[in-house]
């Protein structure tokens, strides 16, 4: 999967290339392309994290779709969560009677994407579907439903495409893992 020598500073290793998660967009975009031929999705974009993803996906798809985002608290600038989820931001759009597509970069703990279904189902959706981008190999993690996922990775903390450590990296176009020395000296 490493397509690529990193050049940023901090990088210490290239988990999914770019030509990797490409690929995988394109797959998925199939998919949903199927999954919502007869009503048009409406896509819900996380904030901050999933908007490289969620822009590369919306534009693979060939269907018409509708987005929105929301942007919910995670983990402030640490590397660890909190528990505590808070919404920031709430969509536009109203979410009843529609088919929404939840669109998130990553599941970790679970918990802020359990918080955002919770949320949402009690505002009467046709239904909701998740599309995870990365999901983190976590045995402890709860219980949520994550209908398709781009990669499983091992846990470990990870940069790029749309992904931050305290606000920075988000624009690189591969998924990474930071140098040690980056974290502890934050
Ligand atoms: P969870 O609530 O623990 O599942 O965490 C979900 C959110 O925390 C994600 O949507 C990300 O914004 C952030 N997050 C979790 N793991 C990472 C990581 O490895 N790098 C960067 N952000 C992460
Ligand atoms: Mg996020």
Avoid: C, H, W
Avoid at 47 to 63: E, K, N
Avoid at 65 to 91: E, N, P
């Amino acid at each position: 999967m490493t397509d690529q020598e990193p050049k940023t500073k901090g990088i210490a290793r290239i988990l999914v290339g770019e030509q990797a998660i490409q690929q995988r967009v394109r797959e998925l975009a199939r998919d949903l392309d199927a999954e919502y031929r007869d009503v048009s999705p409406l896509m819900v974009g996380v904030l901050t994290g999933a908007i490289a993803f969620m822009t590369d996906l919306m534009r693979a798809m060939t269907i018409p779709v509708t987005i929105d985002f929301m942007a919910v608290s995670s983990y402030g600038a640490s590397t660890k969560t909190s528990g505590v989820v808070r919404i920031l931001k709430d969509l536009n759009e109203d979410v009843e009677g529609r088919r929404v597509l939840v669109v998130e970069d990553i599941v970790d703990s679970g918990l802020t994407l359990q918080y955002l279904l919770d949320v949402l189902r009690r505002r009467n959706p046709i239904d909701i579907g998740v599309v995870a981008l990365l999901q983190k190999e976590k045995p402890d993690a709860v219980a949520v439903q994550v209908d398709r996922v781009g990669f499983t990775i091992p846990d470990e903390f990870v940069v790029g495409y749309g992904l931050d450590f305290a606000g920075r990296y988000r624009n690189l176009p591969y998924v990474a893992v930071l140098d040690d020395r980056i974290v502890s000296n934050e």
